[in-house]
């Protein structure tokens, strides 16, 4: 025994070295990020990248195609003061004439490392759409990504990031990433994209009750301290919703899950989904105000799915493991769709909302696509494959040009599907038993799981044998001009519309600032009475209003929303038109609309069905 351990003795000093090595050749290979957001409140944060080279032509490149961004978004035209240096010397770089998100330079002699510091300008504008950094006086919100510069052509878990923030005195911060003091863990760049960072001076968590799930967590950031305050029963309420996850998807895909809410006036009000973290961002008074909590439950349910449904489970022509590769969108209405269907249903599960306000919901998005002319020359499957154009459209002739519908329309395909699997298994199984299939497996760390058309169909037929692909073809490709109501109509509704008005329209007015008279005129109208949109074949537009134009009066007088609300009910009971004089840029003209019809809102009423089959889908799943 004792010949045989002097003898392993030499085996075991190379074995440790050879760790040694790996260990140093490892952190050699690490990219050192350090962010500089003490100027944040002028919207700027600066970085300084330490990046491993070597002598010889070199490029380096920026994200361009990010995940749950469905686009080649990177927003690189906000990447200024770029400057890269080796051995203290200045390097020249220039910027690829056909990718502008390509650099090239060449490395001198004898160096090992490239310096880059560079500016990231946040938006100035609240009401620009960016998934990137955001910044307040008070508060700021990271994205990696838009500080990062990266050697291409190797996948992101490949490349290892080590990142570290300097912030305004006092400030703290959350994030999915483990942190001491400032400095982040050492992960791969994959996990750095995939995990931002909020901080400011009012930061405050809330544990949320998790049972066995993993360790939830709602991070609040804000602009004041009072705006921090929740409700008594909001960890409870959001643990419910915690447990109908568990029990829907049957396994978690992440070790731990945190919630990031900004509540800010002055940020883009948006949510974008993480694996074990979401990026949400709020108006400030969001929990102090009834309808915008039912605002936040809609938008932290939407996100939560996503880890699911669009993190683990994603389509593999949406992969772009590089940041580079391009992605293909047509499965977004799984992606985006499928989530938009369970982000509420578990909402109203979990009784953050109530069945009255998802059957509003359902009944909005119904009669909003019975009156949209955009369905009868563009399928939806071209609003997934066009997404990437379609974000940034304008919001005027959205009707016309159908905008990213595989949201709001998929709702009523899964819930169509729902009613299928129902009905082919006389009740047996639902749409929860292919979530369990399709998103469930082994509990742990985060882990990616790509699918193809192929193995949706498969799963579904696993479950409920019918002609599922044939199904799909055929509401992908309709040019119907009605939405599908199938799963409506099986559960025992239809839609009905009279003069009160829909909450969940209402809470939407509120929010966007807009009056909408979309099932009676047919027209949306911002608060200074420009048309943001007109439904081509409805009164307005037949009167010759179209989207840009300014309502200036109504019948004579200055217009208010409440001035044309009335005109509407008084049209009920005359015959003559409503009179509106509007401004085309410098010209005035009175178009007369010829609408007696009274204000209408559209509601979901019963049948005379005996069950209830909406309701079974909308209980609580949690014993």
């Keep these: 025994m004792r010949d045989d351990a002097l003898h392993s003795l030499p085996m075991l000093k190379r074995a440790l070295l050879l760790l040694v090595f790996v260990a140093v050749s490892l952190h050699a290979q690490t990219i050192r990020v350090a962010v500089d957001a003490t100027d944040a409140g002028r919207k700027l944060f600066h970085s300084h990248l330490t990046i491993p080279a070597t002598p010889g032509p070199m490029k380096l490149v920026y994200a361009k195609w990010l995940p ?12 200024v003061n770029v400057r890269i240096t080796a051995n203290g010397q200045r390097v020249a770089w220039t910027r690829d004439p056909r990718d502008m998100f390509v650099f090239h330079l060449d490395v001198p002699a004898g160096a090992s490392a490239l310096e880059v510091d560079a500016t990231y300008l946040a938006p100035t504008d609240r009401g620009s759409f960016t998934a990137g950094p955001s910044a307040t006086p008070n508060l700021a919100v990271l994205a990696w990504n838009t500080v990062l510069l990266f050697p291409p052509g190797k996948d992101g878990e490949e490349i290892m990031i080590e990142g570290s923030i300097r912030m305004p005195d006092g400030w703290t911060s959350a994030s999915a990433l483990k942190q001491t003091d400032g400095k982040y863990e050492r992960a791969s760049l994959t996990t750095y994209v995939d995990s931002p960072v909020i901080m400011g001076r009012y930061l405050k968590s809330v544990d949320i009750p998790s049972g066995n799930a993993p360790p939830h967590r709602i991070d609040i950031v804000s602009d004041s301290r009072a705006a921090l305050e929740t409700p008594p029963t909001f960890a409870a309420d959001y643990g419910r919703l915690v447990a109908e996850a568990g029990v829907t998807f049957g396994a978690h895909h992440f070790r731990k899950y945190d919630w990031l809410l900004t509540l800010s006036d002055h940020v883009a009000h948006f949510g974008l989904e993480h694996h074990e973290s979401s990026d949400n961002r709020m108006p400030e008074a969001t929990l102090a105000e009834e309808d915008l909590r039912r605002a936040l439950a809609s938008l932290l349910s939407h996100e939560y799915v996503h880890s699911w449904n669009g993190k683990y489970r994603r389509p593999a022509a949406m992969l772009s493991p590089d940041y580079q590769s391009p992605m293909e969108g047509n499965l977004l209405w799984v992606y985006e769709g499928l989530t938009t269907y369970l982000g509420p249903i578990l909402a109203t599960r979990a009784g953050l909302w109530t069945p009255d306000e998802l059957r509003e919901l359902l009944a909005t998005v ?4 019975d009156v949209q002319p955009g369905r009868t020359w563009r399928p939806l499957a071209d609003t997934a494959v066009s997404a990437q154009v379609l974000f940034s459209s304008p919001d005027a002739w959205r009707s016309l040009r159908r905008g990213v519908d595989f949201y709001d329309e998929s709702v009523l395909l ?3 599907v729902d009613s299928i699997i129902r009905q082919q298994t006389n009740g047996r199984a639902s749409l929860d038993n292919f979530t369990r299939r399709f998103h469930g497996g082994e509990t742990g760390k985060p882990a990616l799981k790509p699918y193809t058309f192929d193995d949706l169909v498969n799963t579904l037929n696993a479950i409920a044998p019918y002609d599922w692909r044939k199904h799909f073809e055929e509401r992908l490709t309709s040019l119907s001009p009605r939405a599908p109501i199938g ?8 839609i009905a519309y009279n003069e009160t008005e829909n909450e969940l329209i209402k809470v939407n007015e509120k929010r966007r600032k807009i009056q909408d008279l979309t099932w009676s005129l047919g027209i949306v109208v911002k608060e200074d009475g420009v048309v943001r949109d007109a439904l081509l074949g409805l009164p307005a537009a037949n009167a010759g209003i179209g989207p840009g134009m300014k ?3 109504v019948n004579g007088r200055k217009w208010k929303r409440e001035v044309l609300a009335a005109a509407i009910k008084e049209a009920k009971t005359s015959t003559a038109p409503i009179e509106l004089l509007v401004e085309n840029n410098e010209f005035f003209r009175t178009h007369a609309v010829d609408y007696h019809g009274g204000l209408r809102y559209p509601h979901l009423v019963r049948t005379n069905e005996k069950e209830d089959r909406l309701a079974a889908v909308l209980r609580s799943r949690v014993k």
Excluded at 68 to 79: F, M, R, Y
Excluded at 366 to 369: C, L, Q, R
């Design 551 to 553: 309502i200036v009066a």
């Design 414 to 416: 899964w819930l169509e």
């Design 68 to 79: 749950g961004e469905h686009g080649p978004t990177g927003p690189i035209d906000e990447l």
């Design 487 to 494: 799963g409506l109509t099986y559960g025992g509704w239809e």
């Design 366 to 369: 119904a009669a909003g696509f």
